[in-house]
């Protein structure tokens, strides 16, 4: 039973420039929600997005978007990156957003350098 | 609004003895309280959580966690280490699991 996939693992972009980081939720999972985790930081709530639309969203800026698909696998968008966008980029996939009897499982991230 | 104090940021133990490793809250109502553990290069893994009832919650690896609300806390503990729990650990608060929010971790290092 395949956990939640994320790619790349590894990103290396340049200020102002765009990135797209992809996720596959475990199977049966139908919400992903995206972190971001700055280094020696917990995860910070970015978004999340049930039946395709986006549910709820922490205090980040609209530089950052998302999208989900049909198929529940979700991509987080962030544009005019920033040094400050360096970090590690996590996705967890549940059962509904409340989550509170299955749970979320979270991947192994991507960690983008912004340089 | 909710937050989580984790208030070491660094613990180191020896193989074999106990570990208590602290967390903190501040949040309004009653919370939904967690602890994830991560290993270099990987996602956080679920160590236990409490929703209600028991105060007193049993996970996964050993690991318990007590929780205190009159002090605010939901420590987590293990009556002895393993040089494979050695890892970065963190503690969550929320209303919903959507509105989790992390402390900025402790890390563990277990000495042979």
């Known amino acids: 039973d395949a956990g939640v996939t994320q790619s790349p693992t590894h990103l290396i972009k340049t200020r102002g420039q765009q990135v797209t980081l992809r996720c596959s939720p475990k199977?049966?999972?139908?919400?992903v929600s995206w972190y971001q985790q700055a280094l020696g930081q917990g995860p910070q709530f970015i978004f999340q997005?049930?039946?395709?639309?986006?549910?709820q969203r922490g205090n980040f800026p609209d530089r950052f978007s998302g999208h989900q698909f049909p198929n529940y696998s979700s991509e987080l968008n962030v544009n005019a990156l920033l040094l400050g966008d360096s970090a590690l980029y996590l996705c967890?996939?549940?059962?509904?957003?409340?989550?509170?009897?299955?749970?979320?499982?979270f991947g192994s991230g991507t960690r983008l350098t912004v340089v | 609004a909710q937050s989580v104090t984790q208030p070491d940021i660094h613990i180191t133990v020896s193989e074999g003895a106990s570990l208590e490793l602290r967390c903190n809250y501040s949040?309004?109502?009653?919370?939904?309280l967690f602890w994830y553990v991560q290993s270099p290069g990987q996602g956080l893994q679920l160590l236990l959580k409490y929703f209600s009832g028991d105060t007193l919650v049993q996970g996964i690896k050993g690991f318990e966690a007590e929780f205190k609300r009159s002090q605010s806390s939901f420590n987590l503990r293990k009556p002895s280490v393993h040089w494979s729990d050695a890892a970065e650990y963190f503690c969550a608060v929320g209303a919903r699991w959507n509105d989790m929010r992390f402390g900025a971790g402790t890390r563990l290092t277990v000495k042979p």
């Open positions: 949040y309004g109502a009653t919370p939904y």
């Open positions: 967890a996939s549940s059962l509904g957003t409340g989550g509170e009897n299955y749970g979320y499982t």
């Open positions: 199977s049966g999972h139908d919400t």
């Open positions: 997005y049930y039946e395709e639309e986006e549910r």
